[in-house]
C-alpha cells in the first residue's frame, strides 16, 4: 500500500510571496501550472490567427486581409500552435504527473527547471514582436514564408528573419534543457519498486519523446543558423547562385521536422493510455507492446523525413525507399490503436469527459493516420502534396490528436490539481461542440485538396467557395467553444465538487495515491509500493 | 413505407455524390469529391493508387471503428458489464496484428513501386518545355524552337481580386484559374518538361497531368506528360512563394498534333517578325507591358 506522509512540511513553515511563488519557483507543480498556462494563452493567440485565415477564406475575393499579411498569418500560427502551444502543454503536463507518477519528490533538475519554463516568455516575446511592431506601423511585419522557413522566400523577410531565427534558438534551449530534466527525472528518482516495465505508458511516452528532443532540437538550430548567416554574414549554403542548395534545408529541417511531430504526439499517446485503462476498468492490453511500439516509432521518424519532399526531384531509389520506410510506420502505430481497442473490450466502461475526448482522440487520430498512409504513396502524393489534403491530414493529427489527447489529460488530472470536480455537463458540451465543429471544419478540407485547392493561397477560384464556407463555419465554432474550456477549467479551479484521492474509480498509479489537492511537496519520502498500486505493475511480466 | 424514404434519400445522396465524383477533368468543379483522373498515364495512376488507398483506408476503418462500436455499446457499466482483469494479454492477437498490417502493406507497395518507376522514365520524348517560375508568373520555352513567353494571372481576376468584392461562379467560372496566354501543347505525343525558377521555389502543378514538380532555383526538375484528350487543363502554383503565390495560375490548352504544329509555327513567325522589329529600330524606348 502507498502511504502518504509529511504533509505538514508542505510550506517549510514559510509564506511565499506571488512572486516567490510564480517567477522563482522550483516545485514541479507551479512550473508544470505556468506552463499549461502558457500554453493555453498561446493557443488563443494561434487560435485568432487561425480565425483570421478562416474569416479571409470564408469567401473567394480577398475582403479582409492582404496577401502579406495573410501569409503572415499562416506562418505565425504553425510556429506559435507548435512551439507555443502544444509542445509547451506536454512539457506542462509532464512536470505535473512525472513526479507523481514515479514516486519523485520533484523533477531531477529544479533550477533549471524554472530556467526552461521562464526562457518561454521571452522566446515568444522575440516570436511575435515583429508583429506587434506591424501593429504600431513599424516594419514589415512577421515571417511570411511558411513555418518551415523554406530558403530562398525565407530570406526575403527583412529583418523578422532574425528575430524568428533567434526566438527558435532560445525555444530549442528550453525544450532540450526540458528533455534533459525529464530524463534525468526518470532514470534517477524512480520510487523503489517502480521498474522501468511498471512505469506508466505516460511517463515512457515522455522518456522516449525527451530523446527525440535532445536529438532533434539541435539540428533545428543548425539549419536556422545557416539560413542566419545565409541572410546576413554572407553565407550560401542555400543560395544555388552561390554555389549552395536549397533543397539541402529542406533535408536538414524535415530531419528535424519528422521526429518534432512525433513529439508532439506520443505524449498524446501516454495521456490515451492512461485513461482508456481507467474507465474501462480493465489494465491497458499488451503494456510491452505499447512501449515497444513507442520506441519503434521514434526510431522510424529518423529515417522518413524525406517523405514531405517527394516533388522536390529526388532520384528515384530514394523516392522508393521512403515510401517503404514511411509505410512501416503504419504498423507500430496500428499495434496501438489494436491495443486501445482490445483494452475497451471486456471492459465496464463509463463515459467522462476525459473518456470521450481519448476515444475521440482514437478515432480521429487514426482518419489522420489513414490519410498520412495515403500521402506516404508516392504516385498519389504527386497530386496531393501541398493542397488542402494535407492541410486537412495534419490538423487530424495535431488537433483532433495532440489537441484532444492534451483536452483529455487536463481533464482527467484536473481533480487532481485542483481538489475539484469539473462541470460534467459543461464537459461534456466541450466534448460534442469541439468534435462537430472540429470535422466540420477539416474534413471538407479534403474534398478541397483533392479538387486542386493549393495550401497557403489567400484566395481561392470560386468552385472551392461552398466547402471552405462550411470550413470556416467549423473553424469559428470549434474557436469559440474553447472559451467554454477555459470557463471550465476557471470553475474548477475555485469551486465544484470535492473530489477524493482516488479521483476516478478505476484509476490506477500513485498519483492517486497523494491527496486531491496534491500538496505543494508530494512522495518527500519514497513511497512503499506494491503491484496493486500501479496501473501496470500487473500486467508487466 | 418508412423503410423506402431513407433507401431513396441514400440512393440520392449516393447519385449525386457520383456525379460530384465524375468531374470535369480540365478544372475544379463545385461540390467536387475527388481526385481527378486527368488525362494523361501518371493522372490516371495517381487515381487508381489513391483510390485503392482509399478502399483499404476505409476497410481497415470499418473493422477498427465496428470494434470499437461493439465494444462501446457492449462492455459499458451501465449495462452491468464486468471487467475481465485478466484479459491484458494475447501473443497470438499481437502477432496477428503485426503480420495482417505487413501483408497490406506489401500489398500496397507492389502497385506503387510499378508506378513510381514508370513515372520516372522520361525515354522517347519527342519535345522538351521548359518552365521557369518567377515571382509570380511562369516563362514558357519550346526548346529548340526559339519559342519563349510568359504567362501570368488574366486581367479579369486581376481586378476582381483587387476590388475586395466576391467573385461568383456565372461572373466568372475561372476566377484565379486563367492565364493571359495558355500553354498550347500536343495531344498524344511524349512530352518533357524541364523545370526551375529564378528567384525562389514554385510548384509547378496541373491535377490532369497527375504531377507536381518544385521549380526550385539552381536545379532542374524532370517530368513527362502524354496527353490523351484535347482540352484545356488549368492548375495552380502548389508551393508558398511569397505574397502572391495564390495568383500565379498554370493553363495547358492541349490540341492535336497539326494543330500544334501550325500555332508553334505562327508563334516563331511572330518572333521573327518581332525580332526583326526590335532590331530595325534598337533607338526607341522598348514598349511598356
Known amino acids: 500500500m502507498a502511504t502518504y506522509a509529511d504533509t505538514a512540511h508542505a510550506d517549510h513553515g514559510q509564506k511565499q510571496t506571488f512572486f516567490q511563488r510564480w517567477f522563482l519557483s522550483t516545485n514541479h507543480k507551479d512550473i508544470g501550472t505556468l506552463y499549461l498556462i502558457f500554453s493555453l494563452v498561446m493557443f488563443f493567440v494561434g487560435g485568432s490567427m487561425a480565425l483570421v485565415i478562416r474569416a479571409e477564406l470564408f469567401q473567394p475575393g480577398l475582403q479582409l486581409v492582404d496577401p502579406a499579411f495573410f501569409n503572415q498569418m499562416t506562418t505565425m500560427h504553425a510556429l506559435v500552435m507548435i512551439f507555443g502551444a502544444v509542445m509547451p502543454a506536454f512539457v506542462g503536463l509532464a512536470n505535473w504527473m512525472v513526479p507523481l507518477m514515479i514516486g519523485a519528490p520533484d523533477m531531477a533538475l529544479p533550477r533549471m527547471n524554472n530556467w526552461s519554463f521562464w526562457i518561454m516568455p521571452f522566446a515568444f516575446a522575440l516570436l511575435l514582436m515583429p508583429l506587434v511592431l506591424y501593429f504600431f506601423g513599424i516594419g514589415g511585419g512577421g515571417p511570411a514564408g511558411g513555418w518551415t522557413l523554406y530558403p530562398p522566400l525565407s530570406l526575403q523577410g527583412g529583418s523578422n528573419v532574425a528575430f524568428t531565427i533567434f526566438a527558435i534558438h532560445l525555444m530549442g534551449i528550453s525544450s532540450i534543457m526540458g528533455a534533459i530534466n525529464i530524463i534525468a527525472t526518470i532514470l534517477n528518482m524512480r520510487a523503489p519498486g517502480m521498474d522501468l516495465l511498471k512505469m506508466p505508458i505516460f511517463v515512457w511516452t515522455w522518456l522516449i519523446t525527451a530523446f527525440l528532443l535532445i536529438a532533434v532540437m539541435p539540428v533545428l538550430a543548425g539549419a536556422v543558423t545557416m539560413l542566419l548567416t545565409d541572410k546576413f554574414f554572407g553565407t550560401s549554403f542555400f543560395s544555388a547562385a552561390g554555389g549552395g542548395d536549397p533543397v539541402l534545408y529542406q533535408h536538414v529541417f524535415w530531419f528535424f521536422g519528422h521526429p518534432e511531430v512525433y513529439i508532439m504526439i506520443l505524449p498524446a499517446f501516454g495521456i490515451v493510455s492512461e485513461i482508456i485503462p481507467t474507465f474501462a476498468r480493465k489494465p491497458l492490453f499488451g503494456y510491452q507492446a505499447m512501449v515497444y511500439a513507442t520506441a519503434s516509432i521514434a526510431f522510424l521518424s529518423f529515417i522518413v523525413w524525406a517523405h514531405h519532399m517527394f516533388t522536390v526531384g529526388m532520384p528515384l531509389g530514394a523516392e522508393l525507399y521512403f515510401m517503404y520506410a514511411t509505410m512501416l510506420i503504419a504498423i507500430p502505430t496500428g499495434v496501438k490503436v489494436f491495443n486501445w481497442v482490445t483494452t475497451m473490450w471486456r471492459g465496464s466502461m463509463t463515459f467522462e469527459t476525459p473518456m470521450l475526448f481519448a476515444l475521440g482522440f482514437v478515432v480521429m487520430f487514426t482518419i489522420g493516420g489513414f490519410s498520412g498512409l495515403m500521402l506516404a504513396m508516392v504516385p498519389a502524393d504527386y497530386q496531393y502534396h501541398d493542397t488542402y489534403f494535407v492541410v486537412a491530414h495534419f490538423h487530424y493529427v495535431l488537433v483532433t490528436g495532440s489537441v484532444f489527447g492534451i483536452m483529455a489529460g487536463v481533464y482527467y488530472w484536473l481533480p487532481k490539481w485542483t481538489g475539484h470536480y469539473y462541470n460534467e455537463t459543461l464537459g461534456k458540451i466541450h466534448f460534442w461542440g469541439s468534435t462537430i465543429f472540429v470535422n466540420l471544419l477539416f474534413f471538407p478540407q479534403h474534398f478541397l485538396g483533392l479538387a486542386g485547392m493549393p495550401r497557403r493561397i489567400p484566395d481561392y477560384n470560386v468552385a472551392f467557395a461552398d466547402f471552405n464556407m462550411f470550413s470556416s463555419i467549423g473553424g469559428f465554432g470549434f474557436g469559440f467553444m474553447q472559451l467554454l474550456f477555459v470557463y471550465i477549467v476557471w470553475q474548477a479551479a475555485r469551486s465544484g465538487a470535492k473530489a477524493p484521492d482516488r479521483v476516478w474509480e478505476g484509476a490506477r498509479g500513485l498519483e492517486w495515491t497523494v491527496p486531491s489537492p496534491a500538496p505543494h511537496h508530494t512522495f518527500t519520502k519514497p513511497p512503499t509500493i506494491s503491484d496493486e498500486d500501479l496501473a501496470h505493475g500487473d500486467v508487466a511480466r | ?289
Not at chain 2, 455499446?73 to 475481465?84: I, L, N, Q, T, Y
Open chain 2, 1 to 289: 413505407m418508412k423503410i423506402a424514404r431513407p433507401v431513396h434519400a441514400i440512393a440520392g445522396l449516393l447519385a449525386a455524390l457520383a456525379a460530384a465524383a465524375a468531374s470535369a477533368v480540365g478544372q475544379p468543379e463545385r461540390w467536387q469529391l475527388n481526385m481527378t483522373e486527368g488525362v494523361t498515364i501518371t493522372a490516371e495512376r495517381a487515381y487508381d493508387m489513391h483510390m485503392i488507398m482509399l478502399w483499404i483506408c476505409v476497410a481497415i476503418g470499418i473493422v477498427v471503428f465496428g470494434a470499437m462500436a461493439i465494444a462501446i455499446f457492449k462492455f459499458r457499466k451501465s449495462k452491468g458489464a464486468v471487467p475481465d482483469r485478466t484479459f491484458v494479454h494475447s501473443t497470438k492477437l499481437e502477432i496477428l496484428w503485426t503480420a495482417v498490417p505487413t501483408l497490406i502493406l506489401v500489398v500496397m507497395a507492389v502497385p506503387a513501386t510499378i508506378k513510381v518507376i514508370d513515372a520516372y522514365n522520361t525515354q522517347g520524348h519527342e519535345m522538351t518545355v521548359k518552365i521557369v517560375g518567377q515571382q509570380w508568373l511562369w516563362t514558357y520555352e519550346y526548346v529548340g524552337e526559339d519559342v519563349k513567353f510568359t504567362s501570368r494571372l488574366d486581367r479579369a481576376s486581376d481586378r476582381m481580386r483587387q476590388s475586395g468584392q466576391v467573385p461568383t461562379l456565372s461572373g466568372d467560372p475561372n476566377y484565379l484559374i486563367d492565364v493571359d496566354r495558355r500553354l498550347v501543347l500536343p495531344t498524344d505525343t511524349k512530352i518533357r518538361f524541364i523545370i526551375t525558377a529564378d528567384d525562389v521555389i514554385h510548384a509547378w502543378w496541373v491535377p490532369a497531368l497527375g504531377w507536381k514538380s518544385d521549380a526550385i532555383p539552381g536545379i532542374i526538375n524532370e517530368q513527362w506528360a502524354e496527353i490523351r484528350e484535347p482540352g484545356i487543363y488549368r492548375g495552380q502554383c502548389a508551393e508558398l512563394c511569397g505574397k502572391d503565390h495564390g495568383f500565379m495560375p498554370i493553363v495547358v490548352e492541349a490540341v492535336p498534333r497539326e494543330e500544334f504544329q501550325r500555332q508553334l509555327a505562327a508563334m516563331k513567325a511572330e518572333n521573327d517578325t518581332a525580332a526583326r522589329t526590335a532590331s530595325a529600330a534598337p533607338a526607341t524606348a522598348a514598349p511598356q507591358g
